[in-house]
């Protein structure tokens, strides 16, 4: 029994810690959940956010903006710097990160402008946004966006801001710094991988006891050991496997901060608007840059983004380049899918398989896009008949249902089985 | 029962064949260790590599998808929606060949041809060239942009350069010269006119590679028309013709078999085809009685026909030769129908031509089955025309030579000549928009666009006018080349203003429906043919009863033809490349022959009996004169003469078509002016060497079943289903284990009518071009690789010497019992609801078993990565370029590239099943008659293949299936396919 202590020892210290990583796990899952079930509360915290900057800047009225700007002849020759030693660059950080107290306040960017990859729609143009458009501009231009913007919203966020010349240099010189880094993506939680790897450690020192060595006399704790890991492992296999290659879920920030939530949710345009080839195409089509001048050209400011994000579009059609979405919806090459065919024919919502849209401020993936997901949607939705094509066609089932001989016919009743109706 | 054999090799006996299967050499397994036929010699630590490298790809390429883009339009441009084809109606023309077409475009790209229904040419229906067509347009070969003594320049240089030559010639009075083929564009040759008349003294001359010059003249001579007549075939009840393939090759063989097939109805009226030649054409071989000959027996035969006829007609006696075939019961049937028969003649002889004009005056066909209202304008050049100029070349007399689409540095018969007289040409510039032998020799090249990015007009025949229309920008900085014209005369049109105008100007007064010319111009471009109703009436100068034939002349010809030594050789036109012009195009050159069934190459066809007494294997190498080329015992050619093609051996075309074959043009000869497409040789040699041809169909003997049925046409009128007593023997007999199933709804089938298919494989590239099949190159056809999801199999029946030819296309027969569905261990291939045997390639993973089960061979297995959707690079197999950027634009998107390791086959295009039921259902209405149409059955010239829903009692394809003719492949096996065949009823004399 001593001989054995190390390994006995290690085996109780790996199931603590499994144990412990699980309990992290499910909470932290469990945390997530409740988090992400609730996008549209956090966007509008962060808006919030926003609201009391401004809220802010009505205090501090007396802040001499103009003073500032009288500067201009004086700090030219600080405006044209460009060699900045490890220690400014720092600074520079640090005032981007409202880490310096200018004054009695401090200003944080990256309260408004994400340094780090969201999974959330944040109006604001992120910090590798506007850095890598102040790339080619001078310091100068940041002044002025800072100190005195020209759009309402900005206007009024950027109230305020007791900047002096240096400061803005510096921070001039960190954007160009952050242009090159990027945005830093988020650490990731424990991941199931870890879990994974323990258990089968515990496993593998498990079965050894049960098979070979025999430490113990009283096998139970080894069989305890065995069933949960066991359970957990093949768990984790099916989960990861059944998923494989699925993208459930998948949210892309999208080069445009578009909101499907203010377009089709709180302006209520009809999907078939910009997606107008849904009813009579296989595809539902990206909407070409055109239509969205129908609106556009007369809107030419949101009530959140401000005119960066339409500028977008005007800028896609000025210089003749398409934007380039990044597509989420895909199924293989080898699935003919046709839209005409549900929204036509089969007289199929928008949100049967794309959710509720109107609320997605950032447009993700709801089903996971298998076949089993389409099969049982044919399996249960039911087929109006009343179509001319059904009723010469499949008058029997039209016949009998009329008869009242049968209640429905589903899907798979007319063919939504058949392998040939999607692969070919 | 008939005995069938497919060729010579399974004609041999039983226990030979066995043997050679055991020798280890002969198995073709065996080849894939040869390191010759594998690209890399592999090692087993290669394969060992693989191994690994296969499995770390595989797993790492599925750990992250790839991110992919949605890219939409800028400005959406109203015509497309993304996923949806738009069809434009336009013309195809390629040097004489024409037809009438509506162009599928799939998000701003042509993907498929199809025929044009309004067309009273063509009528819809179309030929393989015109189906292969759309991939030329994806030729990267293509000349990308004008040309300055090879290197590129801009147009703008170019132009300013040519124009002030060609001043300075005019200023010096000097000659121009354009050399087209026939022009039938009546707004092309208002501006050649335009540039002439800017130009003067320039002059513009017609050469067709492929000349009837020979009966342009004897036209003039008899009828005082120098032009091709309207031919109808469907007004004849007899068909004479004398080495004319006129179902093939012949003139205008689209609408011609379409003539001819509607009078291949068993059930109602019958013509009857007699074909006396020397090659077994794609005519011979559906001829009703064929009569093998050697080229120079043609005339004397003719004459003897003629003979009979005057002395019954006109009561005059000619002293002729014998004839050396029977030709008596001939006479007589053509004399039993006067004004209801054709005879036509294939010769390029004046003479002979002469006579055939006769014989049909004589039989009153003029004016009735052979038309001059609405003649062929198609093929106007003289061979003559030619000699001329390459004279005034060689003289120095010609200061600049613009040459447009002809390419007489391969196909005139003494190119030497030519070339020699090139390069006294001060000036040549080439039009055409593709490489070729003559354009590598001129100094400057303008490119023509493809036909599918250019606007024209066309008037194939007499009072058919139609237009083309630009269906894709262009894809290389080309110029059309009436611009181009248009540009040197001094205007400033564009090409587009001036076919408006031309048509304000001479279309608008030939009808009444419109009177604004914008809107005529409109409505006649959106249905692509303007057809005016009343066509003027033609007069012909009838002959006076005493045509003075110059017999002397003739005879003379005929006289020598005695010596059975003298080898004759037939040189023709094969259905796939005709004259040579396509041969950078993959999809025609892996077409196999109609008849010999071999692709990528031309061959010296030599009778099994010629090839005995000469001691000559099937790929011998043969040195003709001086070409040498592989031998191919053809059944049904003469005794005595030896065929080969022309159009191969091309050196100037492209990466595909270059060193395909042997080119024989030097072989021609002229005489009187016109060219002769026959030599005679004293002596052939062989070389030693040996060849193995890509030949498709050797593989599988018929073992004495009916496949095929055939029946006389009294049999059949006493009898509906004579020949076909099987298929009652079966129906009775048959009995499955399994419970029938039923298909309530819809049940998808076919009727292949026997009697009507020509094997003009026309079907085989349209569904090629349809359901995007690969291209897999000669020497995995050698390898029984090929991927056709439908082949035409062609049976010989009768003597080795003297066969009938039968055509059976076979495609999947999408049986009830499918064997296949029993034995695929993933479920990858099943019966749908309504009847399909569908294939699932995304569940595929190779095992075969169904290819092994299917009786009729019809599945075809992804043996490398012929199409470029696999994964690992050393896997593809693609020496034609197919998987390139450009080529690929040409694939359907409504169908799945296949990938390595997956069975395909025909699936009854159900792409156009789904799309034309999803149609009728947003239309909230039943499906049309023939609404549904697939790739195959939509373009067949003949109407051999009729589609449609089994369950529809009124279609026409259920009054086919009721027929007596009706049976189906196999049928003793019980596999009930959806494909049903209706026996070829033949009309023989007997």
């Known amino acids: 029994m001593r001989k054995y202590f190390p390994v006995v020892k290690i085996k109780y210290l790996l199931s603590l810690i499994f144990f412990s990583l699980l309990m992290a796990t499910v909470l932290s899952d469990s945390l997530q959940a409740t988090n992400t079930n609730k996008i549209q509360p956090k966007d509008t915290t962060r808006i919030q956010v926003k609201d009391t900057t401004k809220v802010h800047g009505k205090d501090s009225l007396n802040l001499p903006v103009k003073d500032s700007i009288s500067h201009v002849s004086s700090d030219s020759t600080i405006y044209k710097r460009t060699i900045f030693s490890s220690e400014d660059l720092r600074r520079g950080e640090r005032l981007f990160f409202g880490l310096v107290y200018l004054g009695d306040k401090s200003v944080n960017c990256a309260d408004c402008h994400n340094t780090r990859v969201s999974d959330t729609l944040n109006w604001n143009p992120d910090a590798l946004e506007i850095s890598r458009k102040y790339l080619e501009k001078s310091s100068l231009d940041l002044r002025k966006v800072l100190l005195k913007p020209a759009g309402p919203k900005m206007k009024q966020v950027h109230k305020g801001f007791q900047l002096g010349a240096e400061d803005i240099v510096l921070i001039k010189a960190y954007m160009n710094k952050f242009a090159g880094i990027g945005l830093k993506q988020n650490k990731p939680v424990i991941t199931n991988l870890l879990l994974l790897i323990v258990a089968s450690i515990l496993f593998l020192l498990s079965s050894i006891d049960v098979v070979i060595r025999k430490i113990y006399k009283d096998q139970r704790i080894n069989w305890a050991i065995l069933t949960v890991t066991g359970i957990f492992i093949t768990w984790i296999l099916a989960i990861n496997a059944i998923a494989f290659g699925r993208a459930k879920g998948y949210a892309p920030a999208q080069p445009i901060k578009f909101s499907h939530a203010v377009h089709a949710g709180q302006n209520k345009t009809d999907c078939n608007y910009c997606h107008y080839t849904a009813r009579t195409s296989k595809t539902a089509g990206i909407p070409a840059g055109s239509i969205c001048l129908n609106c556009h050209f007369l809107v030419r400011n949101g009530t959140r983004s401000g005119a960066t994000e339409i500028a977008k579009v005007l800028k896609a059609l000025d210089d003749k380049k398409p934007v380039k979405w990044v597509r989420i919806y895909k199924l293989p090459d080898f699935v003919f899918f046709s839209h005409e065919q549900h929204v036509s024919a089969g007289k199929i919502t928008c949100d049967a398989c794309h959710g509720n849209v109107k609320e997605m401020n950032r447009l993700y993936q709801v089903p996971d896009l298998s076949m089993g997901w389409c099969i049982d949607c044919h399996k249960t939705r039911k087929v109006n008949l009343s179509n001319e094509y059904y009723k010469t066609y499949y008058s029997d089932l039209y016949d009998s249902l009329k008869a009242g001989k049968i209640d429905s016919v589903r899907v798979t009743g007319i063919g939504g089985r058949d392998c040939g109706k999607c692969h070919y | 029962m008939k005995k069938y054999w497919k060729d010579i090799e399974s004609k041999k006996s039983k226990e030979q064949e066995r043997r050679m299967e055991k020798t280890p050499e002969e198995n073709p397994l065996l080849e894939l260790f040869k390191s010759n036929t594998i690209d890399l010699p592999a090692s087993r630590r290669d394969f060992l590599k693989l191994c690994g490298f296969g499995l770390a790809a595989t797993a790492f390429s599925s750990c992250q998808s790839k991110i992919s883009k949605a890219v939409p339009y800028v400005i959406a441009p109203p015509e497309i929606t993304p996923g949806e084809a738009v069809f434009y109606a336009s013309s195809y023309i390629n040097g004489n060949d024409y037809c009438s077409i509506i162009v599928k475009t799939r998000d701003g790209r042509p993907i498929k041809i199809e025929g044009n229904p309004d067309s009273g040419i063509t009528q819809g229906r179309t030929s393989a060239r015109v189906q292969a067509s759309v991939l030329d347009l994806y030729d990267g070969g293509r000349f990308h942009g004008p040309m300055k003594t090879g290197i590129s320049a801009g147009w703008e240089s170019i132009d300013t350069e040519i124009i002030s030559k060609l001043q300075k010639i005019v200023e010096d009075k000097g000659t121009i010269v354009l050399l087209t083929p026939t022009v039938f564009s009546p707004s092309t040759k208002s501006v050649i006119a335009g540039f002439l008349q800017k130009f003067k003294g320039s002059e513009w001359i017609q050469y067709d590679a492929i000349s009837y010059s020979a009966m342009l003249e004897a036209n003039k001579t008899s009828f005082g028309r120098q032009v091709i007549p309207d031919y109808r075939f469907d007004k004849a009840d007899l068909i004479v013709s004398i080495g004319a393939d006129f179902l093939g090759t012949w003139l205008s063989p689209v609408e011609y078999t379409k003539q001819f097939s509607s009078g291949r109805d068993p059930e109602h009226n019958m013509n009857r085809l007699i074909q006396i030649e020397s090659n077994l054409s794609l005519t011979g071989s559906n001829a009703d009685n064929r009569i093998q000959i050697k080229p120079s027996q043609e005339p004397a035969i003719l004459l003897?026909?003629?003979?009979?006829?005057?002395?019954?007609?006109?009561?005059?006696?000619?002293?002729?030769?014998?004839?050396?075939?029977?030709?008596?019961?001939?006479?007589?049937?053509?004399?039993?129908?006067?004004?209801?028969?054709?005879?036509?003649?294939?010769?390029?002889?004046?003479?002979?031509?002469?006579?055939?004009?006769?014989?049909?005056?004589?039989?009153?066909?003029?004016?009735?089955?052979?038309?001059?209202?609405?003649?062929?304008?198609?093929?106007?050049?003289?061979?003559?025309?030619?000699?001329?100029?390459?004279?005034?070349?060689?003289?120095?007399?010609?200061?600049?030579?613009?040459?447009?689409?002809?390419?007489?540095?391969?196909?005139?018969?003494?190119?030497?000549?030519?070339?020699?007289?090139?390069?006294?040409?001060?000036?040549?510039?080439?039009?055409?928009?593709?490489?070729?032998?003559?354009?590598?020799?001129?100094?400057?090249?303008?490119?023509?666009?493809?036909?599918?990015?250019?606007?024209?007009?066309?008037?194939?025949?007499?009072?058919?006018?139609?237009?083309?229309?630009?269906?894709?920008?262009?894809?290389?900085?080309?110029?059309?080349?009436?611009?181009?014209?248009?540009?040197?005369?001094?205007?400033?049109?564009?090409?587009?203003?001036?076919?408006?105008?031309?048509?304000?100007?001479?279309?608008?007064?030939?009808?009444?429906?419109?009177?604004?010319?914008?809107?005529?111009?409109?409505?006649?471009?959106?249905?692509?043919?303007?057809?005016?109703?009343?066509?003027?009436?033609?007069?012909?100068?009838?002959?006076?009863?005493?045509?003075?034939?110059?017999?002397?002349?003739?005879?003379?010809?005929?006289?020598?033809?005695?010596?059975?030594?003298?080898?004759?050789?037939?040189?023709?036109?094969?259905?796939?490349?005709?004259?040579?012009?396509?041969?950078?195009?993959?999809?025609?050159?892996?077409?196999?022959?109609?008849?010999?069934?071999?692709?990528?190459?031309?061959?010296?066809?030599?009778?099994?009996?010629?090839?005995?007494?000469?001691?000559?294997?099937?790929?011998?190498?043969?040195?003709?004169?001086?070409?040498?080329?592989?031998?191919?015992?053809?059944?049904?050619?003469?005794?005595?003469?030896?065929?080969?093609?022309?159009?191969?051996?091309?050196?100037?075309?492209?990466?595909?078509?270059?060193?395909?074959?042997?080119?024989?043009?030097?072989?021609?000869?002229?005489?009187?002016?016109?060219?002769?497409?026959?030599?005679?040789?004293?002596?052939?040699?062989?070389?030693?060497?040996?060849?193995?041809?890509?030949?498709?169909?050797?593989?599988?003997?018929?073992?004495?079943?009916?496949?095929?049925?055939?029946?006389?046409?009294?049999?059949?009128?006493?009898?509906?289903?004579?020949?076909?007593?099987?298929?009652?023997?079966?129906?009775?007999?048959?009995?499955?284990?399994?419970?029938?199933?039923?298909?309530?709804?819809?049940?998808?089938?076919?009727?292949?009518?026997?009697?009507?298919?020509?094997?003009?494989?026309?079907?085989?590239?349209?569904?090629?071009?349809?359901?995007?099949?690969?291209?897999?190159?000669?020497?995995?056809?050698?390898?029984?690789?090929?991927?056709?999801?439908?082949?035409?199999?062609?049976?010989?029946?009768?003597?080795?010497?003297?066969?009938?030819?039968?055509?059976?296309?076979?495609?999947?027969?999408?049986?009830?019992?499918?064997?296949?569905?029993?034995?695929?261990?993933?479920?990858?291939?099943?019966?749908?609801?309504?009847?399909?045997?569908?294939?699932?390639?995304?569940?595929?993973?190779?095992?075969?078993?169904?290819?092994?089960?299917?009786?009729?061979?019809?599945?075809?297995?992804?043996?490398?990565?012929?199409?470029?959707?696999?994964?690992?690079?050393?896997?593809?197999?693609?020496?034609?370029?197919?998987?390139?950027?450009?080529?690929?634009?040409?694939?359907?998107?409504?169908?799945?590239?296949?990938?390595?390791?997956?069975?395909?086959?025909?699936?009854?295009?159900?792409?156009?099943?789904?799309?034309?039921?999803?149609?009728?259902?947003?239309?909230n209405r039943a499906l049309h008659e023939n609404e549904i149409q697939t790739a195959c059955s939509q373009s067949c010239p003949a109407n051999a293949i009729v589609f449609g829903d089994m369950n529809d009692l009124k279609s026409e394809l259920s009054r086919l299936i009721n027929s007596g003719r009706r049976y189906n492949l196999l049928e003793e096996l019980f596999t009930m396919p959806s494909v049903n065949y209706l026996t070829k009823i033949k009309n023989k004399i007997l």
């Not at chain 2, 005059?316 to 001939?330: C, G, L």
């Not at chain 2, 609405?374 to 025309?385: E, K, M, P, V």
């Not at chain 2, 003027?536 to 009863?545: A, D, F, L």
């Not at chain 2, 349209?766 to 090929?786: D, K, L, T």
């Open chain 2, 304 to 923: 003897n026909i003629y003979k009979e006829i005057l002395k019954s007609v006109e009561n005059r006696h000619i002293d002729v030769p014998a004839s050396p075939v029977d030709i008596t019961e001939i006479t007589k049937k053509l004399l039993s129908m006067p004004g209801k028969s054709i005879v036509i003649s294939g010769s390029n002889v004046k003479q002979v031509q002469l006579i055939v004009n006769d014989i049909n005056r004589l039989l009153e066909n003029i004016g009735k089955t052979i038309q001059f209202d609405s003649y062929l304008r198609t093929h106007a050049a003289l061979d003559s025309n030619m000699d001329m100029l390459i004279g005034k070349m060689k003289k120095g007399a010609v200061n600049a030579l613009l040459v447009y689409n002809v390419n007489p540095a391969y196909t005139w018969y003494n190119r030497n000549a030519f070339t020699e007289g090139l390069k006294k040409v001060g000036l040549t510039v080439s039009l055409s928009g593709t490489p070729d032998e003559t354009n590598s020799l001129v100094q400057y090249i303008c490119p023509d666009h493809h036909y599918l990015e250019s606007w024209n007009d066309a008037e194939a025949k007499k009072e058919h006018f139609s237009l083309m229309q630009p269906v894709i920008n262009q894809i290389f900085d080309t110029r059309q080349m009436a611009d181009t014209m248009l540009k040197w005369s001094g205007s400033t049109m564009s090409y587009y203003d001036f076919i408006k105008d031309y048509w304000g100007g001479n279309m608008m007064k030939r009808q009444s429906e419109y009177t604004d010319p914008v809107t005529f111009f409109d409505r006649t471009l959106q249905k692509g043919i303007f057809e005016p109703a009343v066509a003027p009436k033609v007069s012909v100068e009838k002959p006076g009863k005493s045509a003075s034939l110059p017999f002397d002349s003739i005879l003379k010809k005929t006289g020598n033809n005695s010596g059975k030594n003298i080898i004759e050789i037939v040189f023709y036109e094969t259905v796939a490349l005709g004259e040579g012009r396509q041969a950078n195009n993959p999809w025609l050159q892996e077409l196999p022959d109609p008849v010999t069934k071999i692709c990528w190459d031309n061959y010296a066809s030599v009778s099994p009996a010629f090839a005995k007494d000469y001691n000559l294997n099937d790929g011998d190498f043969l040195k003709l004169g001086e070409v040498e080329a592989p031998v191919h015992i053809q059944p049904g050619q003469a005794y005595g003469t030896i065929g080969i093609a022309l159009g191969y051996g091309r050196l100037k075309c492209g990466k595909v078509g270059d060193k395909v074959g042997t080119d024989v043009w030097t072989m021609l000869s002229s005489e009187s002016g016109n060219i002769v497409y026959t030599t005679k040789l004293d002596q052939i040699v062989k070389t030693g060497r040996t060849y193995i041809f890509a030949q498709t169909q050797t593989h599988h003997s018929m073992e004495g079943r009916a496949f095929v049925r055939e029946a006389g046409l009294t049999e059949f009128r006493n009898n509906p289903a004579a020949g076909n007593e099987l298929h009652a023997y079966n129906l009775e007999h048959n009995k499955s284990l399994y419970k029938e199933r039923k298909y309530p709804h819809h049940h998808w089938g076919m009727a292949i009518d026997l009697s009507k298919c020509t094997g003009c494989a026309n079907c085989v590239i349209a569904c090629q071009a349809e359901n995007n099949v690969p291209v897999v190159g000669r020497v995995e056809v050698q390898r029984v690789h090929e991927m056709h999801w439908l082949r035409i199999d062609r049976y010989y029946t009768g003597e080795e010497d003297n066969p009938e030819v039968v055509f059976q296309p076979v495609l999947c027969q999408h049986c009830q019992n499918a064997p296949c569905e029993n034995v695929c261990p993933v479920a990858a291939t099943s019966h749908s609801s309504e009847g399909l045997n569908q294939m699932i390639y995304n569940r595929c993973f190779g095992t075969r078993y169904c290819n092994n089960n299917c009786p009729y061979k019809v599945r075809r297995f992804n043996w490398f990565n012929f199409s470029g959707a696999g994964t690992l690079a050393g896997n593809l197999r693609d020496k034609e370029g197919m998987t390139g950027n450009l080529r690929r634009m040409v694939l359907n998107p409504d169908v799945t590239i296949r990938a390595q390791g997956v069975i395909e086959k025909c699936s009854f295009c159900v792409q156009r099943i789904q799309a034309a039921k999803l149609k009728a259902k947003y239309e």
